[in-house]
């Protein structure tokens, strides 16, 4: 296997990304003169986390929570649960939400017992938890 089949093999991993098409990525980024662009943009994903509170991506830093969280002026009453971050920034664009969020990082299915496994199920059960001892 060749590094053009590696590369478009790792692209097809992601959701909706077929074979096909991965491929014909790869080769516009060869023709396009842009792997390198593309390689450094990727390689600052390295600096990416998430919240300690509700899961959404931020930067790495000191903090470990995002600004959402830390918003004094946000309901901290209220929490929004979503599946995917993408859901939670439709939201904020509204602009009429001013609670909180989890991210649970996916769906639970009735007919997948697997489906809860990796959502971040235990971590709302505390925050909830916490909220009603309040």
Known sequence: ???IDELAQALARLPGIGPRQATRFVFSLLKNGTAQEFSETLKELEKIGFCGQCYRSIEKSDSSLCRV???KKRDQTIIAI???ESDMQSI???G???GLYH???GVI???DSEST???HLKELHERVKKLLEK
């Open 1 to 3: 296997m060749d590094r």
């Open 117 to 119: 496994k990796g959502l």
């Open 69 to 71: 969280c830390t918003d």
């Open 109 to 111: 299915s009735p007919l």
């Open 103 to 105: 991210v649970l990082g």
């Open 92 to 94: 904020e664009k509204t």
């Open 82 to 84: 979503v599946e995917k």
């Open 96 to 98: 009429t939400y001013h």
